[in-house]
């Protein structure tokens, strides 16, 4: 069965210290890896794609890493900030079927506090 | 900021109402999504579209419809609404699925609620 899990499910951290979330997948066939930041009542905006062959994408204070092999993924937020409180969603595209189907994780809630 | 909109934001309706859900975007983009979350819960994908006078259901079985008269414009419509149909609805548009790097463009989303 395709699953995307994400731990931690929620997290506190204060402002300008890093932390780092986990996505776990069994998708397969794999095409590539995104991840996706919610604010509270709004869509999710598109972070980072990675495709199989790229294991690190960065965008600003953001990057994510991408294993493969063990099918895992990472996203680091370096010296967060208030704004950085959201809903951090792992979402992971298989090639099985024209419209690339996509399997999202529940999101981990991080909430940053000053 | 992707140009996609959705209104309205916030609907508190009662049991048996019709009601759409509108969406629209001025990206151009072929394939159209709507989705559905309730809190802390993944996405689940109700219905999609390839294009002009193309709709398919999604993953998640929904008593809710959709057409497609025009590229810009995906409307969701429930005939007649229970407390059940209450969640958060998101409407995302792609330029092209087929894509390994194409990217999903959501709107704000409709919180739906049915008393």
């Known amino acids: 069965k395709n699953q995307v899990e994400q731990s931690p499910q929620s997290l506190i951290i204060l402002e300008g210290k890093n932390c780092t979330l986990q996505c776990n997948y069994t998708v397969s066939p794999f095409s590539n890896l995104r991840w996706y930041k919610q604010d509270t009542g709004r869509g999710p905006v598109s972070l980072t794609i990675m495709t199989f062959s790229e294991n690190t994408k960065s965008n600003g204070r953001y990057t994510a890493t991408l294993d493969a092999d063990t099918k895992q993924s990472s996203l680091h937020i370096t010296a967060s900030q208030l704004s950085d409180s959201a809903s951090y969603i792992c979402?992971?595209?298989?090639?099985?079927?024209?419209?690339?189907?996509?399997?999202f994780g529940r999101g981990t809630q991080l909430t940053v506090w000053p | 900021e992707a140009d996609i909109y959705q209104t309205p934001r916030y609907l508190v309706i009662g049991t048996g109402k019709k009601i759409t859900l509108e969406c629209s975007q001025t990206m151009g983009h072929d394939k159209m999504y709507w989705y559905q979350q309730d809190p802390g819960m993944e996405l689940h994908l109700i219905h999609y579209?390839?294009?002009?006078?193309?709709?398919e259901k999604g993953d998640l079985s929904s008593e809710s419809t959709v057409s497609r008269i025009r590229t810009e414009h995906f409307p969701l419509t429930l005939e007649s609404a229970r407390p059940s149909h209450t969640s958060q609805y998101l409407c995302a548009s792609s330029e092209d699925g087929s894509g390994e790097t194409d990217t999903q463009y959501f709107g704000p989303g409709t919180r739906l609620t049915v008393l």
């Open positions: 579209s390839y294009g002009v006078n193309s709709t």
């Open positions: 979402v992971v595209s298989d090639r099985g079927s024209t419209l690339g189907r996509l399997y």
